[in-house]
C-alpha cells in the first residue's frame, strides 16, 4: 500500500509492476508487433501535441462527468479489453472491473478474459462492457450475445484487428508459455517471483472461463482450450457480419480498430453506434497510425453524434484532455491499469486511476477549460 502510494505516475507504476511479474509475463504486457513502430508512436503521438490555454477564466470548479456509450460516467475514460488478466495478478478481471465501478468508469471484458462474465456482471455497479469477436462459429458469437444480454451487460465491443495474430517477437525470445507453465527455462525467472509464482501457477486458473465449456475435453488440459479459440478466429469475416451482429444485439455497439474515416463511417451504417480508433496498443498491424493521430479526421466524418474512443497510449491524464480536444468522446487504457493490477492488485488499479484522474482535472483547470464539453480544436495543435 505504501508502495503504490509513493507512485507518482503511471510511469512509476510501470516500474513496480516490472519488479513484481516474471520477465516473460512482463515483456508479454509491454511488447508490440513486429519493430514496434505503432506501440512507440502512439504515446509520441501525444507528445507532439501542445495545449492553447485559456487565461482569466473562472476554473473554480471543473465538470468532468459525460457519457460513454450511453452510460453515464465521472469522467472520460474507459478500461480496455485484456485477455489473461489473471497472469498479473490472482484477482484478475474481478479486481480491475471493482477499481473501474468505484471510479464510476467502464469496464470492458475480454473473451480471453479469465473470468465468467455473469461473474463479472454482478462486480460493482459499473458500466460493464464485454469484448467479442465474429468467430468461425457464429453460434458461439450468437451465444455470447445472448449471455451478455442475461447478465445485464450495457455495450458490446466488437474488435476488427485480430483477423491473424500480431508477430510479437518478445514472446518468442523470452521463451513465454500460454498458459505460463514451469518449464526449465522459465524456473529461474519464476523463482525469483516466489509470491507471482504461488499465486498464478496453481490449479487451472488460467482457462478462458467464457469459452472453455465449449471443451468437451478440458481433462486434456488448458492448452486444448487454448488450440480451440486460436481456430475461431475467422479472417473472412466482413461488414455483412458486423450487420448481423449489430442486429443480434440492438444496443450500444463499438468497432473497436478502426482506423480511418471511411471505416468509421462504414461501421455506423452497418449498425455500430460508435468506434474504438485503435491499433491494439501496437500489438496487431505494425505501421497502423497512431489513434490519437485519427481523431479529427474520424470526427470530421461521422459528425457529432457517435462515440469516437481513443484507445492506445495514454498515460497521462492530460493525454486525455488532448484526445477530447481533437474531438474524442473519451479515451479508453490498457497497459496503464494492469501496471497497477500487477503492482498491487485492485489497490493498484485504484493508484492508476487516482492518479490519472488527478492530472486530467488539474489539467482542464490549467488549461482555463472548466468543462469537458468547451474543449475544442482551438485549444490544442500539433508541435510545428
Ligand atoms: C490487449 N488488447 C486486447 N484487445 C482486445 O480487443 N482483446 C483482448 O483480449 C486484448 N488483450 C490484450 C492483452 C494485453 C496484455 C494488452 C496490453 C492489450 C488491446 C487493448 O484492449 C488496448 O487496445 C491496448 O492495450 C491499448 O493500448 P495501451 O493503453 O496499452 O497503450
Known sequence: MMQLQRANNVADLRTQARRKLPHPIFEYLEGGADDEVSLSRN??????????????????????????????????????????????????????????????LPYCLSTMGTTRLEELGQAGSGPKLFQIYIFKDRGLTAEFVAR?????????????????????????ASGLSLPPRLTLSSLLSFALHPSWSLQALTGSKFDLANVSHRVDALAAGPMSLFDYIGGQFDRAVTWRDLEWLAAEWNGPLAIKGVMTPADAEQSINCGATGVILSNHGGRQLDGAPAPADQISAVRARIGDGPDVICDGGVRRGSDVVKALALGATACSIGRPYIYGLAAGGEAGVDRVLSLLFEEFERTMTLAGVPDIAALGQRHVRRRS
Open 43 to 104: 504515446s509520441a503521438a501525444f507528445r507532439e501535441l501542445e495545449l492553447l490555454p485559456d487565461v482569466l477564466v473562472d476554473v473554480s470548479s471543473v465538470r468532468t462527468e459525460t457519457t460513454i456509450f450511453g452510460q453515464p460516467c465521472r469522467w472520460p475514460l474507459m478500461l480496455s479489453p485484456t485477455g489473461l488478466t489473471r497472469m498479473f495478478h490472482g484477482h484478475a478481471e474481478l479486481a480491475v472491473a471493482r477499481a473501474a465501478a468505484r471510479h464510476g
Open 148 to 172: 451478455c444480454k442475461d447478465a445485464g451487460y450495457h455495450g458490446l465491443v466488437l474488435t476488427v484487428d485480430t483477423p491473424v495474430a500480431g508477430n510479437r517477437e518478445r514472446d518468442r
